[in-house]
């Protein structure tokens, strides 16, 4: 079973980290996944072995609290850590002002001089105004410490001794001074205590600030479900939660309205903007019998239109659930990131009381051991760490879905940025998976109107996807149908009816010859011609005496010859596989201008195809749309799914294109790989940050260079590290593609 927790109390990488293996260690729980960003958990656990209870019970044993998600939608998280953080800034600030104002001013003889000369009062005052800034940062202080007792600890942990210890200097300092016992120069550090945990807490604010923008992707697709709609019912129309629409209702959609279900149109048109959806950027037309989806926007005109979804069923919903599933989920390259932040703290411990015990034993004061182990706990907050690749994530998922790309998961996005070979199926992907008559040809040119009328009453009761192309054909509409009469199918071949006292067959030219009708060498060139160019040729005989041809082909996606030009202009090879004879597989290739053809593959054998392929090494991503892509979709290192395709390959899919448009292939690459970039963009500055920061807080350069950071830039450095990092994730936000 799976199932989703909402996490709080954690702050850094390694509490996610130390949640991670508390639940892994859970009998029954096959995969825990932990999302810093979301505060959200995935887990994975067999239902006799263990339940959700036992899964929240041992996230609280470890220090932390989880609850299941809320039925009804509640306030973002993001949004209310947000303003939390916000008022623990000012406040704290509040009370920074006048601790820095006495504690500097009197150096700068700012402070009336009876309290700059008595450094017991001196003390007595900064010690006043630093217990508010400890009490509105309590939940570091709480929070830190029972992570570090339980062997645990956090960034929280390394916050909270390091101005701990400045407090208890600071305090003891006071003590001394008040008992008359000599007192060091400048040993008060209260002001450092509370700096370092208003810079902390400012550079929370201002990562939450940064984190709610990259799920804002989420929450635009959120508000594109209108939360209220009108139903018709005995003829009139009643406003009613969109909460209540089921299945089968018939609604009305006026313009300015957003469509709030998926649907057909039953009468009526619209004009809708579906880009926030598709994004296809011109609005579309609809009218009566074509699908509309909850979420696109009417901008001009009436319909009304019978529910076919609705909830979390809709496109929306599951793109919804799509993105905020890929979100939660980790991308192999942030492992490393996960294995280091679950033994960062404790080496961080380890290297403060180092540093401590060097610059005691190379002779410097008790004020510099405590600077330096101060500097090294505050500096070396792993947030960074842990922000490095859920940020991005997040960001280009966002990116991705406004452009109607879903990956399913963030292993998905990170593979597609290695492919090299790009496999396309024909019929649905390439083409639009729907025959049209391109050409055709009449013995007497007199007699069309009584062709197109026998034969399109003829092919009315067949069921093959060539029928269902003449019947749309221009000429065929509008003619009238009559009845069909001793109507037989011959499947691989044609079909034959008595339609007003004729006989019409139609087929293709083996069926032509087992009905005895002569077809002459010309006409059988003409054929060969048409065939050519990847039509498929329907003979029509009427009484015995051949009629006429038609030429039926697929067309092609509009957009499938940019799609595939722009493969290969990034280096990919690119195959067309189909399960069509040769002729008419390479007639369609040499349109798209591709060189590699399989053809004449039987469905079970596409996905050994694509085997074939990677036994040269090659990374395939396969593109395919119906039921017969999803083995080959399923054994390639990407599969990609056409938005029009079957269930069964949108769920096998790792990406799916929500507009059927072949360049969301060239698009899916190029994100992936400026998320991935990205990503190790923010590790390399996350490991730098560290590798450079904690020698220079402990002291190391100091002999030499005179270097060293004192806690509060610490705090400071430490603080900008995460914004940073995040920051860097948001610039994803103006990928073009």
């Given amino acids: 079973m799976k199932q989703k927790f909402i996490v709080s109390g954690m702050h850094c990488a390694a509490c996610a980290a130390r949640v991670e293996r508390t639940v892994h260690a859970v009998p029954g729980v096959t995969r825990a996944e932990v999302n810093l960003l979301q505060q959200s958990m995935q887990v994975e656990y067999e239902e006799g072995q263990t339940s959700a209870k036992a899964v929240i019970a041992a996230v609280q044993q470890a220090g932390f609290d989880a609850q299941l998600p809320p039925k009804e939608p509640v306030q973002d998280p993001s949004v209310r850590e947000e303003r ?8 704290s600030l509040g009370f920074l002002l006048p601790l820095l104002y006495v504690s500097m001013g009197a150096m700068a003889g700012w402070v009336p001089a009876g309290l700059a000369q008595h450094l017991g009062w001196l003390a007595a005052v900064q010690f006043i105004l630093t217990l508010p800034v400890l009490y509105i940062n309590r939940e570091v202080f709480a929070n830190g410490f029972l992570l570090l007792l339980r062997a645990a600890p956090n960034m929280n942990s390394l916050i909270a001794l390091g101005s701990g210890a400045a407090v208890l200097s600071g305090g003891w300092t006071l003590v001394q001074a008040w008992g008359g016992m000599p007192v060091p120069e400048h040993a008060l550090y209260f002001e450092s205590a509370a700096m370092i945990l208003t810079l902390v807490t400012l550079g929370k604010w201002l990562e939450a600030r940064a984190k709610r923008k990259t799920s804002g992707a989420v929450g635009q697709l959120l508000q594109l479900a209108p939360q209220r709609a009108l139903r018709i019912e005995n003829g009139a129309q009643k406003e009613i939660p969109a909460a209540e629409i089921a299945v089968g209702d018939v609604l009305a959609v006026k313009a300015g309205m ?7 149109l039953l009468r009526g048109h619209g004009t809708l903007e579906e880009a926030a959806l598709t ?4 609005p579309v037309e609809k009218s009566a019998g074509q699908t509309v989806h909850a979420g696109t926007l009417n901008q001009a005109g009436y319909f009304e239109m019978q529910v076919v979804r609705c909830g979390e069923q809709t496109l929306l919903g599951q793109m919804i659930a799509l993105v905020e599933q890929a979100a939660a989920s980790k991308a192999p390259i942030g492992r490393l990131a996960d294995k280091v932040s679950g033994v960062f703290v404790p080496v961080v411990l380890g290297l403060a009381a180092l540093a401590a015990l060097g610059w005691a034993l190379c002779g410097g004061s008790a004020e510099q051991a405590l600077r330096a182990a101060v500097a090294v706990l505050v500096i070396s907050c792993p947030c960074a760490l842990g922000l490095a690749t859920p940020t991005a994530i997040m960001v280009g998922m966002g990116v991705g879905a406004k452009r109607g790309i879903l990956f399913k998961s963030a292993a998905a996005l990170e593979r597609a940025q290695a492919v090299d070979c790009v496999v396309l199926d024909k019929t649905g992907t390439v083409t639009r998976g729907r025959p049209e ?3 055709q040809w009449l013995a007497e040119e007199k007699n069309e109107y009584e062709f197109w009328s026998l034969l399109a009453s003829a092919e009315s009761l067949s069921e093959h996807p060539l029928s269902r192309a003449v019947l749309r054909a221009p000429l065929a509409q509008g003619r009238p ?3 069909a009469e001793e109507f037989a199918a011959f499947p691989g071949a044609g079909i034959s009816a008595r339609v007003q006292g004729r006989r019409v067959a139609a ?19 003409r054929a060969q011609q048409w065939a050519a160019q990847g039509q498929t040729v329907l003979y029509v005989a009427l009484d015995g005496k051949l009629a006429g041809m038609l030429g039926l082909a697929d067309p092609l996606r509009p957009q499938a010859e940019a799609a595939v030009k722009a493969l290969q202009q990034l280096g990919m090879e690119v195959i067309l596989l189909t399960g069509d004879q040769e002729r008419t597989a390479q007639a369609v290739a040499r349109q798209l201008r591709i060189d590699d053809v399989i053809a004449g593959v039987l469905p079970q054998d596409k996905a050994a195809a694509v085997k074939r392929l990677q036994s040269r090494g090659l990374k395939v991503a396969m593109v395919g749309d119906g039921v017969n892509d999803a083995p080959a979709l399923a054994c390639a290192e990407v599969g990609v799914a056409v938005g029009g395709g079957t269930d069964a390959a949108l769920e096998t899919a790792d990406i799916v294109l929500v507009k059927n448009d072949l360049t969301g292939v060239v698009t899916a690459w190029r994100l992936s790989r400026a998320v991935l970039r990205n990503i190790k963009e923010n590790l390399f500055w996350a490991f730098f940050y560290n590798v450079c920061g904690i020698p220079l807080a402990a002291g190391v350069f100091y002999p030499w260079l005179g270097w060293q950071l004192n ?21 994803l936000r103006k990928f073009k593609g």
């Fill in 84 to 91: 939390h953080l916000r008022r623990r800034f000012w406040s």
């Fill in 258 to 264: 957003s469509v709030p279900a998926d649907g057909t």
């Fill in 279 to 282: 994004g296809e950027s011109l």
């Fill in 437 to 439: 008559v391109a050409q």
């Fill in 481 to 483: 149908l009559f009845t």
């Fill in 507 to 525: 087929g293709n030219l083996n069926f032509m010859r087992q009905e005895q009708v002569p077809v002459p060498l010309s006409e059988e060139t």
């Fill in 711 to 731: 806690p509060m830039w610490a705090a400071a450095a430490m603080s900008l590290s995460s914004v940073c990092v995040v920051g860097n994730a948001l610039r």
